[in-house]
């Protein structure tokens, strides 16, 4: 079906990137502002990701289990907290609030945990051997986890709206528009990804070899500058007021059309559907037809009897009678759950570097050659790195060569990027195993906790996960978004972040099953000791490269289907 959305911004004549010189609303003039504050907030958030699982284990002594849930568990909960800031977002405050106040409660969230690197009372006293630790005190962790939350609150306001509110700054109601549109998905992930490239190597840098207050206070400043971007450009924006609970809606659609689940609705019967002129309409004249799909939903809009419509033509009881638009656009969210659910087989990969990876590089020689020497945290640059260079070529390289070469749109379809990046998620868990079998291999060879093997083993492991993300996580952030309508784009936005929050969730579940299985009767467990070099790591990525496969399968043979052919 195709969606045509209304905007007020005015047209752009460029297609790529062009600064505006229109002194209207809207369009790429609002754009930089956006991405300036993005970058800034972006920069700020991955220093902290980026070197938490370090910062947990060198300095609150975290380790094992224990630290892999606190890290998955906090990535989750940043992730679920976008479907309340999407509500927030849509019922009250509208986009531009949401962003603002998410972005406050990042800032009070980032020196929370800048003052826990600051006041040595508030983390545990440090090793005196590798494997004798003291543990932190509740209160000492509670500390840490309000900073956290905060965090986690302020990126529910952020994630959901973010993409969407730079959305709003394009007409799509035309074949330039969305090719805008797409462009600003792909400036959107490369414009942060350059200023992370840029910064945070010197973040993390100044973090793991000079001084962890100055390495957050860093990203702290950056959270504030942010801020100040985004207030500067106020007036350049199109700022859209809450249009209502698009959930609420849902919910009402699901229980209409089980309290009429007895309508018959096939060829030949006649039914009149509840479908008003609404003050919506006037403001965005293209509004989503009927659909031949989930017909069975189609039940909610039917008018049984005169008695539904009160005297105003209204219905008297919105729980048993809802309108086609209201039916629609939960059709709109059920059509892209079998994407969604695949979506969350790619994330889960993503989320395994984060934990793991850098685990491995802490137990790694972490000189590449003899003088140039790698920091754990650097690791994760590795997959900003690939995805950006990935971007840069298909955008400014690859699309105007062939568009010459072939006359004619050479862009890779949805399905085949989503596709191509299930693939890159499967090899990097098979890579990820061969090298943790060599670094456990060597480490044990040798009698040591670090193994001799050079830290830049990783690299193809980081790469391929930031492929991953290039190929598949941008595909279905534009798929998300575009077979949303407008007023849904925040929904978009909270449920891609959703999938990641399912991702972390369940990655966190299959390590304790598989610590919990394989350490039955007194074996040593595969995950979760405080030496690598105990466990088998290889193993578990052999597991999760498994259920990348049946990913690939499901996604090729039934997700795909629901995917539109438009190319992207």
């Known amino acids: 079906m195709a969606l045509d959305s209304s905007s007020h911004s005015p047209s752009i004549k460029d297609e790529d990137?062009?600064?505006?010189?229109?002194?209207?609303?809207?369009?790429?003039?609002?754009?930089?502002?956006?991405?300036?504050n993005e970058s800034f907030e972006k920069l700020a958030s991955m220093s902290l990701i980026a070197n938490l699982t370090l910062y947990l284990h060198s300095k609150y002594n975290l380790e094992g289990i224990f630290l892999v849930n606190v890290v998955t568990i906090w990535s989750g909960s940043s992730n679920i907290s976008s479907i309340a800031g999407?509500?927030?977002?849509?019922?009250?405050?509208?986009?531009?609030l949401t962003l603002l106040f998410g972005s406050i409660s990042s800032l009070l969230g980032m020196g929370t945990i800048a003052l826990t690197a600051a006041i040595p009372n508030l983390k545990p006293p440090a090793c005196h051997e590798p494997s004798i630790c003291e543990q932190p005190q509740h209160w000492q962790l509670a500390v840490l986890f309000i900073g956290l939350a905060l965090l986690a609150?302020?990126?529910?306001?952020?994630?959901?709206c973010n993409i969407a509110f730079g959305a709003d700054q394009f007409d799509t109601r035309t074949e330039r528009g969305r090719a805008q549109l797409e462009s600003f998905f792909n400036w959107w992930y490369f414009s942060f990804t350059i200023a992370l490239l840029i910064a945070l190597t010197g973040v993390v840098y100044v973090q793991t070899n000079i001084s962890w207050v100055v390495?957050?206070?860093?990203?702290?400043?950056?959270l504030a500058f942010s801020i100040l971007i985004f207030l500067i450009g106020r007036h350049t924006y199109i700022i859209r007021k809450p249009q209502g609970s698009v959930f609420l809606d849902m919910v009402k659609v699901i229980n209409a059309s089980i309290k009429k689940r007895k309508v018959n609705l096939r060829e030949g019967t006649d039914h009149t559907f509840y479908n008003p002129p609404t003050n919506e309409e006037l403001e965005e004249p293209n509004q989503l037809q009927m659909t031949d799909?989930?017909?069975?939903?189609?039940?909610?809009?039917?008018?049984?009897?005169?008695?539904?419509?009160n005297s105003q033509g209204q219905p008297t009881n919105s729980w048993r009678l809802c309108s086609m638009q209201q039916v629609e656009q939960l059709k709109c969210l059920v059509g892209i759950v079998p994407v969604w659910c695949s979506a969350i087989g790619c994330f889960v990969v993503m989320d395994q570097q984060s934990t793991f990876g850098i685990l491995q590089a802490i137990q790694m020689n972490e000189y590449v050659g003899s003088h140039f020497k790698i920091?754990?945290?650097?690791?994760?640059?590795?997959?900003?790195?690939?995805l950006s260079i990935w971007i840069f070529i298909y955008q400014r390289l690859y699309l105007p060569r062939s568009r010459k070469i072939m006359k004619r749109d050479t862009r890779i379809t949805t399905k085949e990027k989503i596709r191509i990046g299930i693939v890159m998620s499967i090899l990097c868990m098979v890579v990820a195993g061969i090298v943790e079998k060599k670094r456990r291999e060597s480490a044990l060879k040798h009698g040591s906790l670090v193994s001799p093997l050079s830290i830049g083993f990783l690299l193809p492991q980081f790469v391929l996960s930031g492929l991953t993300e290039a190929f598949a996580a941008v595909a279905i952030m534009e798929f998300f978004t575009i077979q949303m309508p407008e007023s849904m784009r925040s929904v978009a936005g909270a449920v891609f972040f959703l999938s990641l929050s399912i991702a972390s969730y369940l990655s966190s579940l299959i390590v304790n099953i598989?610590?919990?299985?394989?350490?039955?009767?007194g074996r040593s467990p595969w995950l979760g000791g405080h030496d690598l070099n105990k466990d088998r790591l290889d193993y578990y990525y052999y597991i999760i490269a498994s259920l990348g496969a049946i990913n690939f399968v499901y996604f090729t043979f039934f997700a795909s289907k629901y995917v539109t052919s438009g190319k992207l």
Not at 294 to 301: P, T
Not at 375 to 386: E, L, R
Not at 514 to 521: A, D, E, M, Q
């Open 17 to 36: 990137f062009p600064p505006s010189t229109s002194k209207r609303p809207g369009g790429w003039r609002a754009i930089k502002y956006i991405l300036g």
């Open 375 to 386: 920091p754990p945290a650097w690791m994760g640059i590795t997959s900003m790195i690939a």
């Open 215 to 222: 390495g957050f206070a860093i990203p702290t400043a950056c």
């Open 153 to 160: 609150i302020g990126a529910g306001g952020i994630r959901p």
């Open 514 to 521: 598989i610590h919990s299985v394989t350490g039955k009767n």
């Open 86 to 96: 999407a509500v927030v977002s849509d019922v009250y405050l509208g986009r531009f």
């Open 293 to 309: 799909r989930f017909n069975c939903l189609n039940k909610a809009a039917v008018i049984i009897d005169s008695g539904e419509l």
